[in-house]
């Protein structure tokens, strides 16, 4: 799908279906682009996967919102060289970063 190919800026939401987890991930990063990511999930050590093999500057973790003012804002692959804002970004400049945001149930 178009969608799926380009980096849409709008209030949009697609919904792939698929029958593993290394499937997911794997059409998850197969784009030029990676600047967010987004999944919900209840467990735990499929949190932490997802973390380290997606391929996006930014991850929501059981929420839709990737990022936070004291953490580094940007992408990586063609959605961004580099990133802005946050604690101490210009010491990493040029190393790909990650930042994962995850909300638990009935803490809030």
Known sequence: MLIAQEETFAPVMALFKFDTEEEAVQRANDTSMGLASYYFTKNIDRTWRLLENLE??????????????????????????GKESGKDVAIQEYMVTKTGTLTLSDHY
């Open 56 to 81: 996006a500057g930014m991850i929501g973790m059981n929420t839709g919102n990737a990022s936070a003012a004291e953490s580094p804002f940007g992408g990586i692959k063609e959605s961004g060289y």
